[in-house]
T-cell receptor, first 113, second 117 residues
Framework: GENVEQHPSTLSVQEGDSAVIKCTYS??????FPWYKQELGKRPQLIID?????GEKKDQRIAVTLNKTAKHFSLHITETQPEDSAVYFC????????????FGTGTRLQVTL | DAGVIQSPRHEVTEMGQEVTLRCKPI?????LFWYRQTMMRGLELLIY????????DSGMPEDRFSAKMPNASFSTLKIQPSEPRDSAVYFC???????????????FGQGTRLTVV
């Protein structure tokens, strides 16, 4: 099955700084790479995704970059704010189905004032 | 649509009792997933269905766990008998079927926090 590694497991940044979370995967056939955000006590929700035909995608303060050759993709959050504090999960679909996602182990981001 | 609906939100039960968790997926979604979330193991996929048919239950921890999807709008996850190590948050999620190239967003329910004492 798909192997997904996510780093770091915890990340603390000061408000206004940038945060970067990285995921590596094993299945070279994967073509879809989403990131989910889970606030404390709430459900995971999709915040951004990228498909393999592009190398980077931005949505306001968040961006995702993809390196298919190296099989890794990263979440970038700029100008971090306290409301960015949450657990972030990368996910990769298992081979043969885009619906069946394998999630990374999660990164707990803490934005301090 | 109200999104994916799970019930109950919280469940406290005694070891050995049967527990049934319920899920109503988003109307029109063809795939349904049951996940378990713990601090130690993160988000684990237990089982998923396509068009009400179980496709992969390799994540189900043991025979005490079973899941059904009798129709497109309802699924259950049952634990019998329950044990303290089953304590976790159980999420149900649904998606539209998609091609490998397309990818698709998974919509999660609010989760059921299960505590087995």
């Amino acid at each position: 099955g798909e192997n997904v590694e996510q780093h770091p497991s915890t990340l603390s940044v000061q408000e206004g700084d940038s945060a970067v979370i990285k995921c590596t995967y094993s299945d070279s056939a994967s073509n879809y790479f989403p990131w989910y955000k889970q606030e404390l006590g709430k459900r995971p929700q999709l915040i951004i995704d990228i498909r393999s035909n592009v190398g980077e995608k931005k949505d306001q303060r968040i961006a995702v970059t993809l390196n298919k050759t190296a099989k890794h993709f990263s979440l970038h959050i700029t100008e971090t704010q306290p409301e960015d504090s949450a657990v972030y999960f990368c996910a990769v679909p298992r081979a043969g189905t885009a619906s069946k996602l394998t999630f990374g182990t999660g990164t707990r981001l803490q934005v301090t004032l | 649509d109200a999104g994916v609906i799970q019930s109950p939100r919280h469940e406290v039960t005694e070891m050995g009792q049967e527990v049934t968790l319920r899920c109503k997926p988003i109307s029109g979604h063809n795939s349904l997933f049951w996940y378990r979330q713990t601090m130690m193991r993160g988000l684990e996929l237990l089982i998923y269905f396509n068009n009400n048919v179980p496709i992969d239950d390799s994540g189900m921890p043991e025979d005490r766990f079973s899941a059904k999807m009798p129709n497109a709008s309802f699924s259950t996850l049952k634990i019998q008998p329950s044990e303290p190590r089953d304590s976790a948050v159980y999420f149900c999620a649904s998606t539209q079927l998609a091609t490998v190239e397309a990818g698709t967003e998974a919509f999660f329910g609010q989760g059921t926090r299960l505590t087995v004492v």
